[in-house]
T-cell receptor, first 114, second 115 residues
Framework: ELKVEQNPLFLSMQEGKNYTIYCNYS?????LYWYRQDPGKSLESLFV?????AVKQEGRLMASLDTKARLSTLHITAAVHDLSATYFC??????????????FGTGTRLTIIP | NAGVTQTPKFQVLKTGQSMTLQCAQD?????MSWYRQDPGMGLRLIHY???????DQGEVPNGYNVSRSTTEDFPLRLLSAAPSQTSVYFC??????????????FGEGSWLTVV
């Protein structure tokens, strides 16, 4: 059974600081997704990582994937208040056809303090 | 461009009642899925479909039923609601992509309370 663990679960950081959220998963997979969720809202797709060594960046967020270590990171650079949200990673759970089955981590609630 | 549309957004049910959560997508996506989100937990897969007429169980299927008669619609039925089914339900869709890792789009969610 695939397990996906995120840490930390809660993160308060000051504006302007850098930090990293970690996502570990228990079985082989070469497809990993990062999502953002604001309170009471749906999930917004941030990144899709498809291969070992994949790195993607959008604004102050950068995600990477190490399939050998079964680890993905979401790095936040010079945090701003607008990045306050809950961030989820999700791993393909052995889909037969594509990405129809995902296993999600428990999420990291990020709060940026002015 | 509506994307993934879920109805209703909020619903209160009594224990033992049945209801259907509706999900429709207008992107001609082959894949559709239902997830539930409970406090302090990530989303968990209930049922999924890889095309019209094809459905399968996810991680937590008990108490739920699905069908996929058209590409656009993927309703989730609660057969006899229980308080343990109080949750936020998300419908998702994506293109068939094999190894391409297509973006998965989520609906706005349906907040269900069973009393």
């Amino acid at each position: 059974e695939l397990k996906v663990e995120q840490n930390p679960l809660f993160l308060s950081m000051q504006e302007g600081k850098n930090y990293t959220i970690y996502c570990n998963y228990s079985t082989t997979s070469d497809r990993l997704y990062w999502y953002r969720q604001d309170p009471g809202k749906s999930l917004e797709s941030l990144f899709v990582l498809l291969s070992n060594g994949a790195v993607k960046q959008e604004g102050r967020l950068m995600a990477s994937l190490d399939t050998k270590a079964r680890l993905s990171t979401l790095h936040i650079t010079a945090a701003v208040h607008d990045l306050s949200a809950t961030y989820f990673c999700a791993v393909d759970a052995g889909s037969n056809f594509g990405n129809e089955k995902l296993t999600f981590g428990t999420g990291t609630r990020l709060t940026i303090i002015p | 461009n509506a994307g993934v549309t879920q109805t209703p957004k909020f619903q209160v049910l009594k224990t033992g009642q049945s209801m259907t959560l509706q999900c429709a997508q207008d992107m001609n996506h082959e894949y559709m899925s239902w997830y539930r989100q409970d406090p302090g937990m990530g989303l968990r897969l209930i049922h999924y479909s890889v095309g019209a007429g094809i459905t399968d169980q996810g991680e937590v299927p008990n108490g739920y039923n699905v069908s996929r008669s058209t590409t656009e619609d993927f309703p989730l039925r609660l057969l006899s609601a229980a308080p343990s089914q109080t949750s936020v339900y998300f419908c998702a869709s994506s293109r068939a992509g094999g190894s391409s890792g297509n973006t998965i789009y989520f609906g706005e969610g349906s907040w269900l309370t069973v009393v």
